[in-house]
Every structure is written in C-alpha cells, then in structure tokens.
T-cell receptor
Framework: AQTVTQSQPEMSVQEAETVTLSCTYDTSENNYYLFWYKQPPSRQMILVIRQEAYKQQNATENRFSVNFQKAAKSFSLKISDSQLGDTAMYFCAFMKHGSSNTGKLIFGQGTTLQVKP | NAGVTQTPKFRVLKTGQSMTLLCAQD?????MYWYRQDPGMGLRLIHYSVGEGTTAKGEVPDGYNVSRLKKQNFLLGLESAAPSQTSVYFC??????????????FGAGTRLSVL
C-alpha cells in the first residue's frame, strides 16, 4: 500500500520570501503521479502542481516548483516570492499509473502555511 | 461552468438519523469520488465510481453507501449517523488528459456534525 507523509504540520514565512514544504511517500510502483493541492480558508481544493514520476525534469508553475527525488521518494514544494494569498493548507498526494489506475488519490496529512505581512 | 457542486454545505444530525449528500458535475467526467477530511489525517477515500451504474469501496467505506444512477450525479448516504462520521466531506470528479494521469476537480465540501 502507498503512504504519503508530510512531517511539517505548520510553517510560516514572511511575505516575498521563499518557503519549502516537505513530502515523502512510500510505494513499490515505478510509475506514478504526484500532486500538490492547496486548500485556502474557503475550503476549496485547488491543484497547484503535478509531477509524473517517469519525467526527470521537475515541474514548475509560475512561483511554484517541485524538487522530485525519485530514489529518495521525496517530493517537496517550493513557493517563491510568497504572497498573502498563499496562506492555506497544502496537501501532497500520490496517484498510481497504469491500467489499474482509477484516479484515486492518496493524501498526506497536510501542512498549514501562514504567510506573514 | 459550475464544475462540481455539493449540497448541502452544512448539516447537523442526531445520532441514528440518516441523510444523503448530493454531488453533481457538469464536466461529463466518467470518474467520481467521495472523500472525508479529518484534522491531522488529510483526505481519505470513502467510495468511488468509474462510470454510471458502478461503485467501489475506498479506504474508509464502513457506514456509508453510494449510488451513481446518472453520470453527472454521485450520492453519498449515511443510513444511521454516528458521531465518528462528523467530518468535512468532499466530492471530486476526474478526467484523463492527453499527458496522462487523472486530474481531479473538487467540490466546496460539506461540513457534517453528528451529535
């Protein structure tokens, strides 16, 4: 079975600075997908970024980028130039790849990020 | 474009009461899911459906039933609510993009309290 672990329950960062959120996972699969979702106080789940395990290049999306270390089973999220609107809970999630994939996501426990003015 | 709509947004039940949560999507997605979110535990999959008329159990299915009679709707039922079912419930639907892997779209959630 796959597991996803986020070891930082809470983090804070000053506006305009950079912060990195950690995520580790455990799987015996070779191909899979990894995601970061953002959940602001509105409760809406918003996809931030997605990484395909068979791609070595780290995904980027504007101010958001990931550091994907497949061998270490690590998938961290870097937020550059932090903005007040980045204040949210962030979830790391895992999805299997292949014919048995039904799109199910396995989530980590979440990290609450506070951006301070 | 409404996306994924959940009703109701809030509900308070007494132990033993029943209720149905409704999820509707207008994106013509085949796959739909129900998750629950509890503090410190992230989201956990309750049930899912890979198409109209099909359902399957997820990680925490006990105490819940689901139905997918129409492609656009996915219903989650609690037959006899228990305080342990106090949670925030999320519905999602997904599609398969050309680049592979499913992309899930979430509803705004339903906060349920069972007293």
């Amino acid at each position: 079975a796959q597991t996803v672990t986020q070891s930082q329950p809470e983090m804070s960062v000053q506006e305009a600075e950079t912060v990195t959120l950690s995520c580790t996972y455990d799987t015996s699969e070779n191909n899979y997908y990894l995601f970061w979702y953002k959940q602001p106080p509105s409760r809406q789940m918003i996809l931030v970024i997605r990484q395909e395990a068979y791609k070595q290049q780290n995904a980027t999306e504007n101010r958001f980028s990931v550091n994907f270390q497949k061998a270490a089973k690590s998938f961290s999220l870097k937020i550059s130039d932090s903005q007040l609107g980045d204040t949210a809970m962030y979830f790391c999630a895992f999805m299997k790849h292949g014919s048995s994939n039904t799109g199910k996501l396995i989530f980590g426990q979440g990290t609450t990020l506070q951006v301070k003015p | 474009n409404a996306g994924v709509t959940q009703t109701p947004k809030f509900r308070v039940l007494k132990t033993g009461q029943s209720m149905t949560l409704l999820c509707a999507q207008d994106m013509n997605h085949e796959y739909m899911y129900w998750y629950r979110q509890d503090p410190g535990m992230g989201l956990r999959l309750i049930h899912y459906s890979v198409g109209e008329g099909t359902t399957a159990k997820g990680e925490v299915p006990d105490g819940y039933n689901v139905s997918r009679l129409k492609k656009q709707n996915f219903l989650l039922g609690l037959e006899s609510a228990a305080p342990s079912q106090t949670s925030v419930y999320f519905c999602a639907s997904s599609y398969y993009p050309p680049t592979g892997g499913y992309i899930q779209y979430f509803g705004a959630g339903t906060r349920l309290s069972v007293l």
